[in-house]
């Protein structure tokens, strides 16, 4: 069992909607991540969590440590938004490396 | 441009082959890793170095090694090169640890055939 486990892991949806990203993870962690990958292979880090929620433009990314949990959401989305995002954790105990799930593949249509 | 080099952009060599990949960290940046994304793995860390010295160890192979020079600049190298070593490879740097904020390069495409 992937230590990090990212759902749902295709979702297409239209312009304009809400669209709501889950992450679980089954270790202690410092720090949850969420990335951004475009098709043309470039990772962009957008969030970096250890409690409670954070907000940048239409991005807001949310984590529950007693439950293990990180959501990403986007509102007012649009095709540009169309990219894989992909939740990583620092393990705690002073590792750094990061643990990633396996991505979840956004296509919003206009 | 997000501050983090990393040279050849793509890399087609064969089987049983060597080649080395280079990262250039952001300005000020202490801290390096490396990352390799295949298709059927997805992103896994490879190992960290923090200014010249091996900080922690992921899942990175014995046929490969990495070094962190006085300039701060890494190199991974890979050996023995195998089909299934396809993959990007990222370089990330940080100012320290990934507590504190990272920035990716934009990768190597290495092929094998």
């Known amino acids: 069992k992937n230590e990090v486990e990212q759902s749902p892991q295709n979702l297409t949806a239209q312009e304009g909607e809400f669209i709501t990203i889950n992450c679980s993870y089954s270790?202690?962690?410092?720090?949850l991540h969420w990335l951004q990958q475009h098709p043309g292979g470039g990772i962009v880090s957008l969030f970096m969590l250890s409690s409670g929620k954070k907000k940048h433009g239409r991005l807001i990314a949310t984590i529950n440590i007693q439950e293990k949990h990180s959501s990403l959401h986007i509102t007012a989305s649009h095709p540009r938004d169309s990219a894989v995002y992909i939740c990583?954790?620092?393990?705690?105990?002073?590792?750094?490396?990061?643990?990633f799930g396996k991505g979840t593949h956004l296509i919003i249509q206009p | 441009d997000s501050g983090v080099t990393q040279t050849p952009k793509h890399l087609i060599t064969a089987t049983g082959q060597r080649v080395t990949l280079r990262c250039s960290p952001r300005s000020g940046d202490l801290s390096v890793y490396w990352y390799q994304q295949s298709l059927d793995q997805g992103l896994q860390f490879l190992i960290q170095y923090y200014n010249g010295e091996e900080r922690a160890k992921g899942n990175i192979l014995e046929r490969f090694s990495a070094q962190q020079f006085p300039d701060l600049h890494s190199e991974l190298n890979l050996s023995s090169l195998e089909l299934g070593d396809s993959a990007l490879y990222f370089c990330?740097?940080?100012?320290?640890?990934?507590?504190?904020?990272?920035?990716f390069g934009s990768g190597t495409r290495l092929t094998v055939v």
């Open positions: 990583a954790v620092n393990p705690g105990g002073g590792a750094d490396g990061l643990t």
């Open positions: 270790v202690g962690i410092s720090a």
């Open positions: 990330a740097s940080s100012p320290q640890g990934t507590y504190y904020g990272y920035t």
